[in-house]
């Protein structure tokens, strides 16, 4: 092999045009982890929504909780189950009404479709993930509400203690919790009764059912009793799967719109990467002559300039890395088109996303430097000795 301190010499001697190639390189690896990380942190928040040992049950053929409708007998039946935990309280079962409300965001004052949770008192038992972070939980049969963390930030008029319209009907914030990032971080949470009657609904029918199932291995069982049952008209799911079903379209969007990106600027870093290892080539025209003269083969010169093109797309990749890294944990937010309401959430830059992105850095060099390798194999060496 020729010696790797070849390499690092040559690219200390042609640091200029290695340096744009680092550049071009490490913009690309940064889009493609941004990219990677704004759709893997929506998903995550949604998915974080759920516990594995939640079901929570809808109407058959709904797509979401707002298209459904489970009346207060069914969700009874529910109740009763024998696969549903209990405490001393009763059963783990949470009946809650979904409906939107707008507010004014912070940043431009426009207004946002907000998703609000009409709750009951046992929704604390049974989403054991959301905690009270200031102020207090609402009081059942008032006109109360707390709100997320993410939309106290998002929204104006949310504090503690502020007065809210919420369908028509006047509501006191009393508290906010914090649901570790997740979706429900995005929404206001009131009395379930009192937001049916705010929305002319029906009393007693909810647009969902979430249940604490004794073992999350019984979640099947427990599905086919359900939707078995003729009382009920239904369908089960185990609460991460279906906000993980729920993530599937905007993170689809937000791939198809970032992918297309992605893969223009790595054709543009693949043919910086060329023109920098191109251009080494035919600088070292007498340099490689007299490497094939002292006995390295074509395969060694190949290796070579291989693994100098993999050393810039390296760097490249180290350096776009640390330029994204800043924006993990950054909130942002965009349209939840399952319900029509605006999802705070934050980027997630995980180690199996810098891993990809450093990957992706070096398929970019190996793709930009293997061509000139073999044209440097090639060269004619007799042609090249006779010039020295």
């Given at each position: 092999?020729?010696?790797?301190?070849y390499?690092?010499?040559?690219?200390?001697?042609?640091?200029s045009?290695?340096?744009?190639?680092?550049?071009?390189?490490?913009?690309?690896?940064?889009?493609f982890v941004?990219?990677?990380?704004?759709?893997?942190?929506?998903?995550?928040?949604?998915?974080?929504?759920?516990?594995?040992?939640?079901?929570?049950?809808?109407r058959a053929?709904a797509?979401a909780?707002?298209?459904?409708?489970?009346?207060?007998?069914?969700?009874?039946?529910?109740?009763?189950?024998?696969?549903v935990?209990?405490?001393?309280r009763?059963?783990?079962?949470?009946?809650?009404?979904?409906?939107?409300?707008?507010?004014?965001?912070?940043?431009?004052g426009?207004?946002?479709?907000?998703?609000?949770?009409?709750?009951?008192?046992?929704?604390?038992?049974?989403?054991?993930?959301v905690?009270?972070?200031?102020?207090?939980f609402?009081?059942?049969?008032?006109?109360?509400?707390?709100?997320?963390?993410?939309?106290a930030?998002?929204y104006a008029?949310?504090?503690v203690?502020?007065?809210?319209?919420?369908?028509?009907?006047?509501?006191?914030?009393?508290?906010?919790?914090?649901?570790?990032?997740?979706?429900?971080?995005s929404?206001?949470?009131c009395?379930a009764?009192l937001l049916?009657?705010a929305?002319?609904?029906?009393?007693?029918?909810?647009?969902s059912?979430?249940?604490?199932?004794?073992?999350?291995?019984?979640?099947?069982?427990?599905?086919n009793?359900?939707?078995?049952?003729?009382?009920?008209?239904?369908?089960?799911?185990?609460?991460?799967?279906?906000?993980?079903?729920?993530s599937?379209?905007?993170?689809?969007?937000?791939?198809?719109?970032?992918?297309?990106?992605?893969?223009?600027?790595?054709i543009g870093?693949?043919?910086?990467a060329?023109?920098?290892?191109?251009?080494?080539?035919?600088?070292?025209?007498?340099?490689?002559?007299?490497l094939?003269?002292?006995?390295?083969?074509?395969?060694n010169?190949?290796?070579s300039?291989?693994?100098?093109?993999?050393?810039?797309?390296?760097?490249?990749g180290?350096?776009?890395?640390?330029?994204?890294?800043?924006?993990?944990?950054?909130t942002?937010?965009?349209?939840?088109?399952q319900?029509?309401?605006?999802?705070?959430?934050?980027?997630?830059?995980t180690?199996?996303?810098?891993?990809?992105?450093?990957?992706?850095?070096?398929?970019?060099?190996?793709?930009?430097?293997?061509?000139?390798?073999?044209r440097?194999?090639?060269?004619?060496?007799?042609?090249?000795?006779?010039?020295?």
């Amino acid at each position: 092999m020729i010696p790797i301190v070849y390499n690092l010499e040559s690219l200390r001697e042609r640091w200029s045009g290695s340096l744009v190639a680092v550049l071009g390189i490490a913009g690309t690896v940064a889009v493609f982890v941004a990219t990677l990380s704004l759709a893997n942190g929506f998903r995550a928040a949604l998915i974080a929504s759920g516990l594995e040992d939640n079901a929570i049950v809808r109407r058959a053929g709904a797509t979401a909780e707002m298209d459904s409708a489970v009346s207060i007998a069914q969700a009874r039946v529910i109740e009763d189950h024998p696969l549903v935990a209990r405490d001393d309280r009763g059963a783990l079962v949470s009946p809650e009404v979904v409906a939107l409300a707008v507010f004014p965001a912070r940043v431009d004052g426009n207004d946002s479709n907000v998703q609000v949770r009409g709750v009951g008192p046992r929704v604390l038992a049974v989403r054991r993930g959301v905690t009270v972070a200031e102020g207090r939980f609402l009081t059942p049969g008032t006109n109360e509400a707390v709100v997320g963390s993410n939309a106290a930030k998002a929204y104006a008029g949310l504090e503690v203690g502020r007065t809210i319209q919420i369908g028509g009907h006047e509501w006191t914030v009393v508290g906010r919790f914090e649901a570790g990032g997740s979706a429900l971080d995005s929404e206001v949470w009131c009395d379930a009764t009192l937001l049916s009657q705010a929305f002319q609904r029906p009393v007693g029918v909810s647009q969902s059912v979430t249940a604490t199932l004794i073992d999350k291995t019984r979640l099947e069982a427990f599905a086919n009793a359900i939707n078995t049952d003729p009382r009920m008209t239904s369908q089960v799911d185990r609460e991460t799967a279906y906000y993980e079903k729920a993530s599937q379209q905007l993170t689809l969007l937000i791939l198809g719109i970032g992918v297309p990106i992605v893969i223009i600027m790595a054709i543009g870093s693949i043919f910086g990467a060329l023109n920098t290892m191109y251009t080494a080539v035919a600088e070292r025209g007498r340099e490689i002559a007299t490497l094939r003269a002292l006995g390295f083969g074509a395969t060694n010169v190949i290796a070579s300039f291989t693994i100098e093109s993999l050393l810039i797309a390296a760097v490249g990749g180290v350096l776009g890395c640390l330029i994204v890294l800043p924006v993990n944990g950054i909130t942002t937010g965009t349209m939840n088109f399952q319900t029509f309401s605006h999802m705070s959430f934050a980027f997630r830059i995980t180690p199996e996303l810098l891993a990809g992105g450093f990957a992706f850095a070096l398929v970019m060099g190996l793709l930009g430097g293997l061509p000139p390798a073999v044209r440097a194999a090639r060269m004619p060496v007799g042609a090249a000795l006779r010039d020295l």
